[in-house]
């Protein structure tokens, strides 16, 4: 198992938000992350980045990528593992861009911190692009001065330079126009069966999630109720939850999952 994590909880002043007993994950699969808002799928996301103890939570359980516990790794170590090992995309990726700096300066400057040479950050740039269907002329802008779309398959494409191992989605698709959500996961599709990368696909909405996961954990009230892979959640649900998650599917064209 590349990324296995056990007892996983989240607490902040002695209050749990999240707890996750389980959740492994190979190379080349993608489990998505289902529930309401407020039912402690991001804080799980941001545990999983080693991000929790920045907003003063505290983490406990374990937490193994490829044989080792990151749970324990300092701040130093864990910015090393960041962005490199795991990364994470969120729900306006614009935000997450420093807006005074050209999108081929910040492409060029984040391969170059993870130790690439010049001559490698070139092909590589372009390679990347290419692979999310992004003209390379999109260097030569700014962050503000591309889509929300764009800015989301930009962050994909860092993704696939750096050869992340796992990804972590979090609501990647959700402030975006139907038509562009179906662009993002076919991008996300793609970098999954080009690169092998794992990717976590946290979403409130199972429709989505139904497109790209081969597995299926529900969360509610910060505790996974129902897990497995995805036929077995959206064909033969054991929770009561997860049926009503599924009926607020609309069924587009008289077809449904
Ligand atoms: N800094 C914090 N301190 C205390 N509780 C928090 C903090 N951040 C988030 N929470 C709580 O954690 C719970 C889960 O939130 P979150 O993971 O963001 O939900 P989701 O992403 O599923 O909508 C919420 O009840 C929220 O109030
Ligand atoms: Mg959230």
Wanted: aromatic share 4%; hydrophobic share 45%; charged share 20%.
């Amino acid at each position: 198992m590349m990324l296995e994590v056990r007892d996983l909880q989240i607490s902040y002043r002695d209050q749990v938000v999240a707890s996750v007993p389980t959740l492994d994950l190979e190379p080349g699969q993608v489990l998505g992350i289902a529930g309401e808002s407020g039912s402690g799928k991001s804080q799980t996301a941001l545990a999983l980045m080693g991000l929790t103890r920045y907003a003063n939570g505290v983490v406990t359980g374990s937490m193994v990528l490829d044989g080792r516990e990151l749970l324990t790794l300092s701040p130093r170590q864990w910015r090393l593992v960041r962005g490199r090992d795991i990364a994470m995309i969120l729900q306006s990726p614009r935000a997450a861009l420093n807006p005074t700096m050209k999108l081929g300066a910040l492409f060029s400057r984040t391969l170059r911190l993870h130790g690439m040479t010049k001559d490698q950050r070139g092909p590589r740039m372009v390679q990347a692009l290419a692979e999310v269907v992004l003209d390379a002329e999109i260097l030569d802008r700014y962050p503000h001065e591309i889509s929300g779309g764009q800015a989301q398959r930009f962050a994909i494409a860092l993704v696939a330079a750096l050869r992340v191992k796992v990804l972590i989605a979090d609501e990647p698709t959700s402030a975006l126009d139907v038509t562009v959500q179906a662009e993002v996961i076919d991008v996300l599709r793609n970098l999954r069966d080009r690169h092998g990368t794992a990717i976590i696909f946290i979403s409130h909405d199972l429709s989505v999630i139904g497109e790209l996961a081969d597995a299926v954990m529900v969360m509610r009230d910060g505790a996974v109720v129902e897990q497995g892979s995805a036929e077995s959640v959206f064909n033969q649900p054991t929770q009561e939850y997860t049926r009503m998650l599924l009926a607020a599917i609309p069924v587009i064209g008289g077809r449904s999952r």
